[in-house]
């Protein structure tokens, strides 16, 4: 069963490595991203299982850019409508490519919801308020700070206080306000995770533990 698991683990983490270096300017981005809703997640008091679940969503949220032309993924200037409306389809063509397994169902529909707004301006569905996920609520916050604190091929990273300012300023409009507090409340610890991704990842990921380490071997060898 803990092959089973790690093997599991090593998959998506694959997985997500594969989508992070198919774009540099967007590098590092799906860890981060767990990160901050691994940190929102614990702070709502989520149990271990959600906990991997939304670690699990974190790092596959994008993987819909699989799909995505690299012309239009790494375009320097404003997308055109029609090349935005293709960039959309990654929260539903992501779904699609999770959905039909079984441990990962529930994720899918996270990663079809995660850019759906608080005031139903988002897509794919326009879902309003609490009609969204919980989880994708969570990723969609998260996903947001990081869009805003990275470089991106159009503009500079802003910084993070910045970033907070907006965070607050879109409470209620872009973002589910309890959670918008929430992260605002806990702005030093995801400052600290942003500025040293995978020392903070070692302490928080769930999933890890899957992972045989050298130490566990030994105990089993013995
Ligand atoms: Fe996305």
Known sequence: ?????????????????????????????S??????????????????????????????????KISIPQSVLCKKDKLTDEEFEIMKSHTGNGAKMIQNIKKLSAVASWLKSHHERWDGKGYPCGLKGTDIPLFARIIALADTYDAMTST??????????????????????????ELAEIFVANEAEIKAAKDNPEEYYDKLSFLQKYINTAAEILKLNK
């Open 1 to 29: 069963m803990k092959d089973l698991k790690e093997l599991f683990y090593k998959t998506i983490r694959s997985i997500s490595f594969a989508l992070d270096a198919k774009d540099p300017y967007t590098h590092g981005h």
């Open 152 to 177: 991106r091929p159009y503009r500079k990273a802003l910084p993070h206080e910045i970033a907070i300012q907006e965070i607050k300023r879109c409470a209620g409009i872009q973002f589910d306000p």
């Open 31 to 64: 860890l981060r991203v767990t990160l901050y809703s691994l940190i929102l997640a614990s702070k709502l008091g989520l149990n271990d299982t959600a906990l991997e679940e939304i670690e699990t969503a974190g790092l596959l949220h994008d993987i819909g």
